[in-house]
């Protein structure tokens, strides 16, 4: 079950071999194939997304994209000066996937990386108690076939 994720991982490293050996570093050329999701991590301890009630990113499997999150302080930060975290986990067993585990530092963050290759439900958890509200930090994450 694992298998998806895993190809992923290889040819993430495969392209950046090829794209160190060229010389160019990897941000610049992972990102014009790249889809930019914009999230906003805020400081009431919710993601959000412009234009959607109830967030939720949908992605194709393996697809590459860029997450663009700009986080917000809510009341708590961990030591290192994280103030909410990005997780993903499947829904069905909250299994964590693999590379998908961010801490997020005021400001704008942006994390290119491919979608899980198993289509299906998953879920997006903050890893910072960020607020007495932060259980409620979540949200969905959908990979279409
Ligand atoms: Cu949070």
Same mark, same amino acid.
């Given at each position: =079950? ?14 950046? =071999?090829?794209? $160190?050996? *060229?010389?160019?570093?990897?941000? &610049?050329?992972?990102?014009? &194939?790249?889809? %930019? !999701? ?7 301890? +919710?993601?959000?997304?412009?234009? &959607? /009630? &109830?967030?939720?990113?949908? %992605? +194709? ?10 986080? /917000? ?9 994280? !103030?909410?975290?990005? $997780?993903?986990? +499947? ?16 400001? !704008? ?16 958890? *903050?890893? %910072?108690? *960020? ?7 979540? =949200?969905?994450? %959908?990979?279409?076939?």
């Amino acid at each position: =079950m694992l298998r998806g994720t895993e190809a992923a991982i290889r040819l993430g490293l495969v392209a950046a =071999m090829t794209t $160190a050996s *060229c010389g160019y570093g990897w941000a &610049q050329t992972a990102q014009p &194939q790249a889809r %930019v !999701i914009e999230i906003l991590a805020d400081h009431d301890s +919710r993601y959000k997304i412009q234009s &959607q /009630k &109830q967030p939720t990113i949908t %992605v +194709r499997a393996g697809e590459q994209i860029t997450l663009r999150i700009t986080a /917000k302080k809510a009341k708590n930060r961990n030591r290192d000066g994280s !103030i909410h975290g990005f $997780a993903l986990l +499947r829904a069905k067993d909250r299994q964590p996937v693999p590379e998908w585990d961010f801490l997020l530092k005021p400001g !704008i963050q942006e994390f290119t990386l491919a979608a899980p290759g198993e289509p299906g439900e998953y879920i997006v958890v *903050c890893t %910072v108690i *960020c607020s007495e509200d932060h259980e409620g930090m979540s =949200m969905r994450l %959908v990979v279409l076939p």
